[in-house]
């Protein structure tokens, strides 16, 4: 299993240019996260989908969009990027949030994808 | 304010070292807590996790969860240079959907 698979690695954009990262995971995940790593602020939730067809918001969601088409697939849109997105994106899924008893709430998340906007 | 406060770092000892690693949390709903270890350039890996009241052993590390001081911590005992990466503390995802959840991260550097 290749597990969540982030891509590109590693983006330069210009501000105002729009790009999408793409996430896609391979254990038939309900639940799949985007998140945003910056130093001194931790991770912080962009979007989450509980299953195909349903997104929803996190807690920092202005300058994103997602959807879910398929269980396998999230992809995180920029629309037109500025500087203030330049940070370290972070695909993560888990099993379904109404729970199984094996489910533990862990998320398994990708490597990565480091955006700097210029 | 998050719900998951965690010490902040950096962090640096000798090899051998205990390291204790803290968090507190406010939400006496949690369950469970979870230990994320994140090395440089890398995503977030489930450590180990343990349930809101005791102890949880495996190998070198212990974490250690008190729900009347809602006191959340991990040990490592005889650090290894290898043990040099950010830990996370965090309840699970399905807690508290919408919220990031997760502590900021302490950063530790074990010298040789």
């Known amino acids: 299993n290749a597990g969540v698979t982030q891509t590109p690695k590693f983006q330069v954009l210009k501000t105002g240019q729009s790009m999408t990262l793409q996430c896609a995971q391979d254990?038939?995940?309900?639940?799949m996260s985007w998140y945003r790593q910056d130093p001194g602020m931790g991770l912080r939730l962009i979007h989450y989908?509980?299953?195909?067809?349903?997104?929803d918001q996190g807690e920092v969601p202005n300058g994103y969009n997602v959807s879910r088409s398929t269980t396998e697939d999230f992809p995180l849109r920029l629309l037109s990027a500025a500087p203030s997105q330049t940070s370290v994106y972070f695909c993560?899924?888990?099993?379904?949030?109404?729970?199984?008893?094996?489910?533990?709430?862990?998320?398994?998340f990708g490597e990565g994808s480091r955006l700097t906007v210029l | 304010q998050k719900e998951v406060e965690q010490d902040p770092g950096p962090l640096s000892v000798p090899e051998g070292a205990i390291v204790s690693l803290n968090c507190t949390y406010s939400n006496s709903a949690f369950q469970y807590f979870m230990w994320y270890r994140q090395y440089s350039r890398k995503g977030p890996e489930l450590l180990m996790y343990?349930?809101?009241?005791g102890n949880k052993e495996d190998g070198r590390f212990t974490a250690q969860v008190d729900k009347s001081s809602k006191y959340i911590s991990l040990f490592i005992r005889d650090s290894q240079p290898s043990d040099s990466a950010t830990y996370l503390c965090?309840?699970?995802?399905?807690?508290?959907?919408?919220?990031?959840?997760f502590g900021d991260g302490t950063t530790l550097t074990v010298k040789p």
């Open positions: 343990t349930y809101s009241s």
């Open positions: 993560a899924s888990s099993y379904s949030p109404r729970g199984r008893i094996a489910n533990t709430g862990e998320l398994f």
């Open positions: 989908s509980v299953g195909a067809g349903i997104t």
């Open positions: 254990m038939n995940h309900e639940y």
């Open positions: 965090a309840p699970p995802y399905n807690t508290n959907a919408g919220k990031s959840t």
